[in-house]
């Protein structure tokens, strides 16, 4: 086998990879992207609800709007995320007001998300947003 691509598994150097719903995880994909390869792999939400995004990766706010990009940290899960927050509030509040129930209450609603490579292919792969629409992806063809 090749070089590990994570301390929990072990994957083959260059090498696309297809599996099942098991072997959703960042980490599968990062090795993959790391090597120029795609992991199709069908996503896992584990009971998370799908959020949309917009066509260069950034997340929509559940009233549709895009999110705000503050700033980048090192997750506890081991990969590097990006924190989006509310774009009626950041980066300055805005006189529209919204019924989701972070905003009523007060709070400011904010998505993590994995930027990582391999974090980003896990959940645009086959979507309808990525940069390479799924009928013309090399991991689709027949």
């Known amino acids: 086998m090749g070089?590990?691509?994570?301390?929990?598994?072990?994957?083959p150097q260059s090498l696309p990879v297809t599996a099942d719903t098991a072997f959703d995880a960042w980490y599968v994909y990062q090795c993959a992207?790391?090597?120029?390869?795609?992991?199709a792999v069908p996503l896992n939400q584990h009971g998370h609800p799908i959020y949309e995004r917009d066509a260069d990766g950034v997340?929509?706010?559940?009233?549709?709007?895009?999110m705000h990009r503050t700033y980048q940290f090192?997750?506890?899960?081991?990969?590097?995320?990006?924190?989006?927050?509310?774009?009626l509030l950041?980066?300055?509040?805005?006189?529209?007001?919204?019924d989701h129930a972070q905003f009523v209450k007060g709070k400011v609603y904010v998505k993590d998300v994995n930027w990582e490579h391999g974090g980003q292919m896990?959940?645009?792969?086959?979507?309808?947003?990525p940069a390479l629409p799924r009928h013309l992806h090399p991991a689709y063809r027949e």
């Open 3 to 11: 070089a590990t691509c994570s301390p929990r598994k072990r994957l």
């Open 33 to 39: 992207a790391r090597h120029g390869d795609i992991a």
């Open 59 to 66: 997340p929509l706010c559940p009233s549709g709007l895009r």
């Open 74 to 87: 090192d997750h506890t899960n081991g990969y590097r995320a990006q924190r989006f927050r509310c774009p």
């Open 90 to 98: 950041f980066p300055l509040p805005t006189i529209q007001t919204c």
């Open 122 to 129: 896990r959940v645009t792969l086959g979507s309808p947003w």
